[in-house]
């Protein structure tokens, strides 16, 4: 279940917006502009079925996302969804995987703390005997160049 954000789970000021996400939710999300470093050497690694629905996390994501494992468990990929991230990357990631293929690209995620950190995913189908039954997500740190390429671009997306 993907719930609303709420305020006392916020570290300093915060805008808040409602999202439009995936599959017809709509999430009210409360996000601030503390950045959160992605620390060096680590992978955020997860698992989602066909529907996005996350069905496993390591320990790095948990830690990035402020998150437990047991909010993350059952509930849509999309609870990272920051309101800066341009809908058009979402759309080409989800038609790139359905098809069966692999995606790349970066992401702004949010945090529960309403912060942010940025990754270079990578999104891989999982398939069984022909049929895609789920998602494998693996996140690295980027580049700080590529970071400052997307803050550029991403506005101009929307």
């Not at 969804?81 to 359905?98: E, G, I, N």
């Not at 998602?135 to 580049?143: L, M």
Request: with cysteine; aromatic share 10%; hydrophobic share 30%.
């Amino acid at each position: 279940m993907l719930y609303d954000m709420k305020p006392e789970d916020i570290i300093g000021d915060y805008q808040e917006v409602t999202l439009n996400l995936y599959g017809g939710i709509k999430r009210k999300v409360l996000y601030t502009q503390i950045e959160t470093p992605y620390p060096d050497g680590k992978l955020i690694v997860s698992t989602t079925d066909p529907d996005g629905v996350i069905t496993h996390v390591n320990q790095s994501f948990i830690e990035m996302s402020g998150y437990t494992e047991d909010e993350l468990i059952n509930t849509p990929h999309s609870i990272l969804r920051h309101p800066d991230m341009p809908s058009a990357a979402f759309k080409d990631l989800w038609d790139t995987v359905q098809k069966g293929n692999k995606w790349q690209g970066f992401v702004k995620n949010l945090r529960k703390d309403g912060g942010y950190y940025w990754v270079k995913a990578t999104v891989i189908p999982n398939v069984r005997q022909g049929k895609v039954v789920g998602y494998t997500s693996v996140r690295r740190k980027p580049s700080r160049t590529k970071v400052e390429e997307c803050i550029k671009l991403y506005p101009t997306l929307f």
